[in-house]
């Protein structure tokens, strides 16, 4: 009971630690692009990303965590990958209108399902969907205001919420099946994250703001905004790996959309952002959908512990002839079949 009641309050305190370190840094990153006019928010990525791994480089200097070695193919293409998804999400974000960059954050979560459901084998339960469609009802309608669509800004938005999905479901999956924790799998990554990010970066935002990063003058309060944005999403960054790792892909999405709730509710509060009925209406509809999904997973969770530990499953797993290694590889890849970042960090 003790290591349940030490496993949830990790999960808690990832949740908390993505949230706050993701609140903040939209809070950051807002003021530095709309207020002080950086807009090179690819540049800017890739420069989180290696502050990122130069902090975890210190820290596994200082043992702070172990170093575990994990296939370098497998690495190189989960960096490259996920390097990729951050790229098509801003030009996603170039090529088309804010409400439809929405509706295509919202549609990360449906399709993290799909590709679950179809090549994971993995069930939803009806209370989940439903869950889920009333938290994606009331983000729509808190968040999405605009629809404009185009053919290049279409083929891009299919583009990363593919590649998010499948990047996020591998975060879960190589950490449950080659054992490696969030940090090892995060100090792994980064280098080539951010290596794919810095070279096609300046061009990426190049080509969406017409002006060049290295152009621009920095002064020293844009040059305060980078460094505390860059020290934020080291957190950021980390919570992201700690979240899906413990969790799933869906569950982090789920999070992410209380993120913008929050964004919304601290823009009006501290930014005096334009809010609404439409939007107040679309917070509480999300906020129930949470409540429901955070429920509904509690409780179908506790139903699993109790059959697996019923004295019918122990003798099931006492005479089976599969030797107890293999059938703990055998749940681990199940486990691992569960699965914005914000992707822009």
């Known amino acids: 009971m003790g290591e349940l009641t030490g496993f949830q309050l990790g999960v808690i305190g990832a949740l908390f630690l993505s949230v706050a370190s993701s609140v903040s840094i939209v809070i950051c990153n807002k003021a530095l692009m709309s207020n002080l006019g950086f807009p090179f928010a690819t540049t800017l990525t890739s420069w989180h990303l290696m502050v990122t791994y130069c902090t975890l480089h210190v820290a596994q200097r200082l043992n702070f965590f172990e170093n575990k070695r994990i296939d370098m193919k497998t690495v190189i293409l989960f960096g490259i990958l996920n390097g990729v998804s951050i790229g098509f999400l801003n030009l996603s974000l170039g090529f088309n209108s804010i409400g439809f960059y ?67 479901i591998l975060t879960n999956t190589i950490q449950k099946r080659l054992n490696v924790s969030s940090t ?21 935002d190049q080509y969406l703001t017409k002006q060049n990063v290295f152009a621009f003058k920095y002064s020293p309060l844009v040059l305060g905004f980078i460094i505390l944005s860059c020290v934020i999403a ?21 999070l992410g959309h209380l993120k913008t709730c929050l964004v919304l509710g601290f823009g009006y509060t501290l930014l005096h952002d334009p809010f609404t009925e439409k939007n107040i209406i679309g917070i509480l509809i999300a906020i129930v959908g949470m409540g429901l999904y955070s429920y509904f997973c ?19 797993d006492k005479d089976s002839n599969t030797p107890l290694l293999g059938h703990q590889e055998k749940e681990n890849h199940f486990e691992a079949k569960k699965a914005t970042k914000d992707s822009l960090v």
Do not use: R
């Open 234 to 254: 080291v957190s950021v960054n980390f919570s992201t790996f700690l979240v899906i790792g413990k969790t799933s892909p869906v569950t982090y999405q789920v």
């Open 102 to 168: 929405q509706m295509t954050k919202l549609a990360i979560i449906p399709f993290t399902v799909l590709l679950e459901t179809v090549f994971l084998k993995k069930q939803f339960s009806q209370k989940i969907k439903l869950s889920l469609f009333l938290l994606l009802l009331g983000v729509g309608i808190a968040s999405v205001t605009d629809l404009q669509l185009n053919f290049v800004g279409t083929i891009l938005s299919l583009l990363a919420i593919a590649t998010t999905c499948v990047g996020q």
């Open 298 to 316: 509690t409780h179908e969770n506790k139903k699993k512990q109790i059959v697996d530990l019923s004295p019918s499953s122990q003798i099931k």
């Open 184 to 204: 090892q799998l995060l100090y792994q990554s980064a280098p080539f994250q951010a290596a794919i990010l810095f070279v096609t970066g300046p061009l990426v």
